[in-house]
């Protein structure tokens, strides 16, 4: 393994991680409330660590998949405990272990919080909390890889490793450039998103904080209610739409600006996402217009707006929907499963595997009626490599096995089996609220401090994908035996 690179690259994170606090240091100050010292001393001790590790040249310049599963990681592990201290030096939340829950929620974009008042929160406390998800929505190792250019091919590692869906692709030959488009495609939108909310009447401060949020899909809000706080159509409106726009795959705004639409309007995934969302919106409409007085439009601005909430893992609401009909309130926890598409910001299972698997499977009952038929699973006309298909299986075996582990630990606090059921699966998937208990107007702070610790592992593994932070467990033998064969293959599917 080699520590040196690991480390390295650990400083430069913890060093991007101190200048994006910056901001929230600049508002303490000019807001003069009682969190100024420590958005002060953390940046501060963040540098004073981060600067020396950028500092080390590794003699060894070998970066394989195990150093990259583990310095993604141990780098999220850092940046979620670095990223808790200003909750707790300041006072802004008591507690470590509900400071470092929140920052986890935060960086994982899950959105999931043990705060009950948030509109009482100083200024900069509130913008570092939604910072916490527009960082970690398109990942600060892709910015690491966008801005320093010394990685070379190594950080494709980096790359597989904590961006979402069946791998990373290059969009382009060069890394770097890769990760320069990504984050500049990631920024455009959030400040289309920002001038959209300031147009519809919005503050400046909250067009900011919802656009973050919105952008790394993560749902948290300045407000105690959320979005139902403005009863505002056109808000609402404006959110669904950009909720929609950042669970797609970001490879398809790339191929919009360099092949055109009726290019990008090809991707299966892409197609499979809108008619899922789509019928969603429709059915639980229907559902839903005895509860709004037979107004179907009415049921469809909370459905529309609930359905890309959950189904891109955001996590914001604008009304109860733990009052809701039990079909509207499964079909949400169906979307919370699902996901968004691959190489987006989103979480869930990811709408490429679904897709992905439901093909394999049509293929395997072919062949049990015509045994000689020689036919492969494609995907947007391209075959699919058999050793992806069985990283898919064993992807979704991984994630079923992680809600039934984590449904048993947390069914410790006695809490109904909705309420348990759906704040694993919430955490897993990052969407953040559930039902009952953690649904939409309600937190997390009643578990016990235990239930939250493994809250936390849920969020980190849903977000990176389970294997590494799975890869922290495992022996290091087994990584070792295979270092060649790792060095040498690559799977990817071109979505371009």
Not at 134 to 147: H, N, Q, R, Y
Not at 231 to 256: A, D, W
Not at 333 to 350: D, M, P
């Amino acid at each position: 393994m080699n520590k040196k690179a690991i480390v390295k690259i650990i400083g430069f994170i913890l060093c991007f991680e101190a200048l994006f606090m910056l901001p929230s240091t600049i508002i303490a100050a000019t807001a003069r409330q009682y969190d100024l010292f420590a958005f002060i001393v953390v940046p501060v001790g963040m540098f004073a660590i981060g600067i020396p590790c950028t500092l080390i040249k590794p003699a060894n310049k070998n970066f394989y998949t195990k150093d990259g599963f583990m310095t993604v990681a141990l780098s999220w592990l850092l940046m979620s405990f670095f990223g808790a201290l200003p909750y707790y030096i300041s006072g802004a939340i008591p507690s470590f272990m509900n400071s470092f829950f929140e920052t986890v929620s935060g960086f994982t974009t899950t959105g999931a919080t043990i705060l009950s008042e948030i509109e009482s929160l100083p200024k900069a406390t509130l913008f570092w909390r939604n910072m916490t998800h527009w960082i970690g929505g398109m990942g600060v190792l892709v910015l690491t890889l966008a801005i320093i250019p010394s990685f070379g091919g190594r950080g494709v590692h980096l790359l597989n490793a904590e961006t979402t869906g069946i791998s990373g692709t290059k969009l382009v030959p060069s890394l770097r450039k890769t990760a320069l488009i990504l984050y500049g495609i990631y920024t455009a939108l959030t400040l289309i998103l920002v001038l959209c909310l300031l147009l519809a009447g919005m503050n400046v401060f909250d067009s900011f904080l919802h656009a973050m949020s919105t952008a790394g899909t993560g749902g948290f809000s300045s407000r105690n209610i959320s979005i139902g706080a403005y009863n505002s159509p056109v808000i609402e409106i404006i959110l669904t739409v950009f909720m929609y726009l950042f669970g797609i795959n970001f490879s398809i705004y790339f191929v919009i600006l360099t092949k055109g639409f009726a290019k990008a309007l090809r991707s299966e995934e892409l197609r499979l996402y809108t008619i899922i969302l789509g019928s969603a919106m429709l059915l639980i409409a229907l559902n839903l217009m005895k509860t709004y007085g037979g107004n179907f439009f009415t049921a469809l601005r909370y459905s529309s707006f609930q359905a890309a909430s959950v189904m891109s893992t955001t996590g914001f609401s604008s009304t109860d929907f733990n009052l809701w009909p039990t079909f509207s309130k499964t079909i949400l926890l169906l979307l919370i499963a699902l996901g968004s598409c691959a190489s987006s910001t989103a979480g869930g299972i990811k709408i490429v595997r679904i897709l992905v698997m439901f093909k394999a499977a049509r293929v395997e009952l072919k062949k049990t009626t015509h045994p000689n038929i020689v036919k492969s699973v494609t995907l947007d006309g391209r075959a699919i490599d058999n050793t992806v298909l069985h990283n898919v299986w064993v992807f979704f075996l991984l994630y079923v096995a992680t809600i039934v582990s984590g449904t048993i630990l947390i069914s410790i606090n006695g809490f109904d089996f909705a309420t348990t059921f759906s704040s694993v699966l919430a955490t897993v998937s990052n969407a953040g609220p559930g039902l009952n208990l953690v649904g939409p107007l309600g937190n997390y702070s009643a578990f016990s401090p235990f239930s939250k610790i493994v809250f936390s592992f849920c969020m980190l593994i849903g977000r990176l994908e389970i294997l590494p932070v799975l890869f922290l467990f495992i022996p290091k033998k087994v990584f070792r035996s295979n270092d060649i064969k790792r060095k040498k293959r690559t799977f990817s599917i071109d979505k371009s």
